[in-house]
């Protein structure tokens, strides 16, 4: 299949460009040119996972990976379990959190580290992402080790959990990471800027592994039709899914799942205080607010790059509008919500919490609820022993790095530095 920019419709390229080089001329997201419906859901729905992921992507990465290739991604990558959850009769969690980082970027990264294995060629390609948190870990992760493959992180400083900063901060080899003075939204602009400049897109073969890599998508796609693998069949035409969004990355992954035929009846876009797009669905205006730190900090986002894709899916007549509504929760009601689950029997964190509330004031009667669990809550260990007065146990992924010494460098929110440092 190939992939429009869209910002620059006339660029059309095949996925392994989209996975190469990430964003397009002009800064733009790389989009499907044509999503068609996959004709039967059930009987996909009822394939083993892997030959189901393997059918899903097949028609996205075209000529660009041979069968034997593709099966070997999914199996590298879909390894990791999607569990659901029941929480109460109506909702239910999608636990997308058993994977080597413990959070749900653990899919993308994976998906696309075994993509670009294929498509490097043996040329030098270096990763230059931004994260609020968990994609630094689950990208870190997903490219140790890998020839050829240099991985720069940027992350902003004393704004994430000691225990995240450890799970990416620690590795070393072919991983480095900078402590950047600002927010995340700065660490974001770095990119771009990096992006922008064509000598140094050249000389270090400058690639994102941010959710602006279509690769990450996809394979996020995947684990939507895997829920419904799951859910009883009576409730899949009424279940309504609540996404804790940032980057509206897993939201956008949600709704082209939705355009492939999956039943999803509609979606509830849930942020934190960092709440532009609910005020954009309710208002129509765009005003991004300065971003304000959260218990929920890897939704400290309050620019997300992946809205035009969401744009373009309405824009072009292919989702409808009414079926996606927005819902902002402060902080306050992020504890009570963390509590209310708690005494359901069920131990969460911000981020789930956040879309768990969603559903608390959206859902209505005769639905069932599906929130998104993008984050073991031992991730957030700090806020999780505090708010619900417990002591969440270290799973062996944590435990592992905590002894490990940070190699991060310090940084200021300064192009010019950064062009340096990655010119070295
Ligand atoms: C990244 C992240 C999010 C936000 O996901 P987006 O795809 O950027 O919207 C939510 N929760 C957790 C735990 C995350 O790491």
Request: proline residues 4%; contains cysteine; charged residues 20%.
């Given at each position: 299949m190939k ?12 996925y392994?460009?989209?996975?190469r ?10 989009f ?27 028609p ?10 593709l ?12 569990e ?11 636990e997308l959190?058993?994977?080597p980082?413990?959070?749900f970027?653990d ?5 696309m580290?075994n ?25 870190a ?12 992180i ?9 225990l995240?900063?450890?799970?990416f ?5 072919n ?9 995340f939204?700065?660490c974001?602009s ?9 000598d140094?897109?050249?000389?270090i073969g400058?690639?994102?592994a941010?959710?602006?890599n279509?690769?990450?998508l996809?394979?996020?796609v995947c684990y ?12 899949s035409d009424?279940?309504?899914?609540s996404?804790p969004?940032g ?13 492939l ?13 960092n709440d532009?797009?609910?005020?954009y ?7 991004p ?5 959260t ?26 509008k ?28 911000p ?11 959206q ?7 599906l929130f ?14 505090k708010i619900?007065?417990?002591d ?6 944590l ?6 010494e940070?190699?991060s460098?310090?940084?200021a ?9 990655l010119?070295?």
């Amino acid at each position: 299949m190939k992939f429009y920019n869209l910002s620059k419709n006339s660029q059309v390229v095949d996925y392994s460009t989209a996975v190469r080089t990430g964003l397009g001329e002009n800064q733009g997201l790389f989009f499907p040119k044509e999503i068609t419906p996959i004709e039967d859901i059930d009987s996909l729905l009822q394939l083993d996972k892997f030959e189901r992921n393997f059918t899903i992507l097949r028609p996205f990465v075209g000529e660009n990976l041979s069968d034997e290739q593709l099966r070997d991604v999914v199996v590298n990558t879909f390894g990791i379990p999607v569990e659901v959850k029941t929480v109460n009769e109506t909702t239910s969690c999608l636990e997308l959190f058993h994977g080597p980082t413990l959070a749900f970027k653990d899919f993308g990264a994976t998906f696309m580290a075994n993509c670009l294995k294929y498509f490097s060629n043996g040329e030098k390609i270096t990763i230059l992402t931004a994260t609020s948190g968990d994609t630094g870990a689950a990208v870190a992760h997903a490219f140790y080790g890998i020839e050829n493959i240099e991985v720069v992180i940027l992350y902003p400083k004393n704004k994430i959990s000691e225990l995240q900063e450890k799970m990416f901060t620690t590795l070393g080899g072919n991983i480095r990471t900078i402590a950047i003075e600002g927010t995340f939204d700065n660490c974001q602009s770095l990119v771009k800027k990096s992006f922008d400049d064509r000598d140094l897109v050249k000389t270090i073969g400058l690639n994102s592994a941010n959710s602006i890599n279509i690769s990450r998508l996809l394979a996020q796609v995947c684990y939507y039709f895997e829920a419904f693998a799951h859910l009883p069949q009576s409730d899949s035409d009424n279940t309504v899914v609540s996404v804790p969004s940032g980057n509206f990355g897993n939201l956008t992954a949600g709704i082209i799942a939705k355009l492939l035929g999956l039943p999803i009846k509609r979606f509830i876009a849930t942020t934190n205080a960092n709440d532009t797009v609910p005020r954009y669905l309710t208002t129509g205006e765009w005003h991004p607010k300065e971003t304000v730190a959260t218990l929920s900090n890897a939704m400290d986002v309050s620019e997300p790059n992946n809205w035009p894709r969401i744009e373009y899916m309405i824009e072009s007549g292919q989702f409808d509008k009414v079926l996606l509504t927005g819902d902002a929760v402060n902080e306050s009601t992020t504890q009570t919500s963390m509590r209310s689950l708690q005494e359901q029997g069920y131990v969460s964190e911000p981020h789930a919490s956040v879309a768990y509330q969603g559903l608390v004031n959206q859902l209505q009667q005769g639905e069932r609820g599906l929130f998104l669990g993008t984050a073991h809550p031992a991730k957030f260990k700090d806020s999780v022993d505090k708010i619900l007065d417990i002591d969440v146990p270290l799973p062996k992924e944590l435990a592992r790095c905590v002894p490990k010494e940070d190699l991060s460098v310090d940084m200021a929110f300064d192009f010019e530095q950064l062009k340096t440092f990655l010119n070295r």
